[in-house]
């Protein structure tokens, strides 16, 4: 058991060690910028991927009705031999097993009426496609200014993540601007900052990168912050290429589609964080009231020291006729850039056209074939396929004729075509009967009688025609 003197001493050091103020934690170990860096990475990750131009789409579907319009009207074609052709060649997605139209009023109809279909198709599909060309070119365009609100340069693009894609001698200029340093690039105690928001890329190194000895998690649990001297915004070589790697590998993809208002949405989260940390420094809050980031001390501003992390927007917008971010001004004409809802709405609608002239003009191809076969086909029938592809083989015009096809052309200059079935059919009919008459004209003569006519010949105790 204590005694009385015990007891209370024991007492005073539990109430001194509850009332010992805790040490405060490292300066710029707390991830203080960690809301502001994910805020930016969305708007990286936006701008990486840009926007998706619905022409494109669009112009997908229309195209599959249009092929399948110009199929239609193969078939719909007079020249017999021209639409086998195409069957056999799959041309436009054909198959194999479909047949010309019929020579009936049913098929001459149904010709009339896809031709004419077809050649509406190809009014609307030839506006259609310049409108889905500018719309495609404007959204090309925009792209170009998201990637240039980057890094200031709208052809540089870098895909890995590793930044081997930006950092470079020729890229510095466009990235970190001219006369860079620390004051004017993350700006200072706020009377410096030319080069503030030049690109995407300053900013993020100066939230992020810009530390005095380094190694510090002000961004994330994973140190990002790298010693200043040797990363300056003139450097180009491995050690910018680094810190960049380092930090995008923290930064989450972009999975779902951009869109103007998602982007919108991305630089507003980011410009929320304008100020959020003047609660936080030591003296004038009123100091750190445009300031991204961790400021320890508010009137020494972004000047790269452990302690103060940050950039300082005061030089843009501490007036009256404050100027916007120079790389949210790029965000916003890459929006001004996009077709317009009306644009969008006309290449639908064309889209939307084609897709109801393919599916009106198979129902008139099918619809004659079964009136055809309702009431019966009287047309002249074509010889299957294999005789087609056979015929066109033979050359010249004697050939041709001797093979049993029909030649189309000079004596030596043409096609070789295959015969309609009856005509084929009543060609070798009357060669039957030719012959069967000459069987005739023998038949029945005695042997003297036989054997005296050129054109018969003694047999068999019969007389026969010779040519057998």
């Known amino acids: 058991m204590l005694s009385k003197t015990?007891?209370?001493?024991?007492?005073?050091?539990?109430?001194?060690?509850?009332?010992?103020?805790?040490?405060?934690?490292?300066?710029?170990?707390?991830l203080e910028n960690a809301p502001a860096f994910f805020a930016l990475c969305n708007v990286i990750r936006q701008c990486q991927k840009g926007f998706t131009a619905p022409a494109v789409e669009l112009t997908t579907a229309a195209e599959a009705a249009y092929n399948g319009i110009l199929a239609a009207e193969h078939l719909a074609s007079t020249n017999n031999s021209y639409v086998l052709e195409k069957i056999a060649a799959e041309a436009n997605g054909l198959t194999k097993d479909l047949k010309p139209l019929p020579l009936t009023s049913f098929g001459i109809t149904a010709r009339k009426l896809i031709n004419e279909t077809a050649a509406k198709a190809k009014e609307t599909k030839n506006a259609l496609d310049t409108a889905a060309k500018a719309a495609k070119d404007e959204a090309a365009a925009a792209n170009k200014l998201l990637a240039a609100a980057i890094t200031g340069d709208g052809e540089l693009r870098d895909?890995?993540?590793?930044?081997?894609?930006?950092?470079?001698?020729?890229?510095?200029?466009?990235?970190?601007?001219?006369?860079?340093?620390?004051?004017?690039?993350?700006?200072?105690?706020?009377?410096?900052?030319n080069n503030l928001g030049i690109s995407i890329i300053n900013d993020l190194f100066c939230i992020c990168v810009r530390g005095t000895t380094g190694s510090k998690k002000v961004c994330h649990a994973t140190a990002t912050d790298k010693a200043s001297g040797a990363h300056d915004f003139t450097n180009s070589d491995a050690n910018?290429?680094?810190?960049?790697?380092?930090?995008?590998?923290?930064?989450?993809?972009r999975l779902t589609t951009v869109t103007p208002a998602s982007l919108e949405a991305a630089v507003a989260g980011y410009n929320n964080q304008i100020g959020t940390l003047a609660h936080t420094v030591s003296g004038s809050h009123e100091d750190a009231g445009y300031i991204v980031g961790y400021a320890h001390t508010g009137s020494t501003g972004c000047n790269g020291a452990n302690s103060q992390v940050c950039i300082n927007y005061k030089k843009l917008l501490d007036k009256k006729d404050a100027a916007a971010i120079p790389?949210?001004?790029?965000?916003?004409?890459a929006i001004d850039k996009l077709p317009n809802n009306a644009v969008v709405q006309e290449i639908k609608a064309g889209t939307q056209t084609l897709a109801h002239m393919n599916l009106t003009v198979w129902q008139i191809y099918y619809s004659a074939l079964s009136q055809t076969a309702t009431?019966?086909?009287?047309?002249?029938?074509?010889?299957?396929?294999k005789k087609f592809e056979e015929c066109k083989e033979h050359k010249p015009k004697k050939t041709c004729e001797e093979k049993g096809c029909k030649w189309n052309g000079t004596e030596t200059d043409g096609t070789c075509e295959a015969k309609p079935a009856e005509q084929a059919n009543q060609e070798a009919g009357e060669r039957a009967a030719g012959e069967q008459k000459k069987e005739e004209k023998c038949k029945g003569k005695?042997?003297?009688?036989?054997?005296?006519?050129?054109?018969?010949?003694?047999?068999?105790?019969?007389?026969?025609?010779?040519?057998?």
Do not use: R
């Open 159 to 193: 895909d890995q993540d590793d930044g081997s894609g930006y950092f470079t001698a020729a890229t510095a200029s466009k990235m970190f601007g001219t006369g860079s340093s620390q004051n004017e690039n993350c700006g200072g105690s706020g009377n410096n900052g």
């Open 6 to 30: 015990e007891a209370i001493t024991a007492a005073v050091t539990i109430l001194v060690f509850i009332l010992q103020p805790k040490a405060e934690a490292t300066a710029g170990e707390e």
């Open 240 to 253: 910018n290429k680094s810190a960049y790697a380092a930090l995008m590998a923290q930064c989450p993809q």
């Open 375 to 385: 009431q019966g086909d009287h047309s002249p029938k074509l010889l299957d396929s």
């Open 327 to 333: 790389w949210q001004v790029k965000i916003s004409q």
């Open 446 to 468: 005695l042997e003297p009688e036989c054997t005296k006519a050129p054109e018969c010949k003694w047999e068999g105790g019969a007389c026969k025609d010779s040519s057998f």
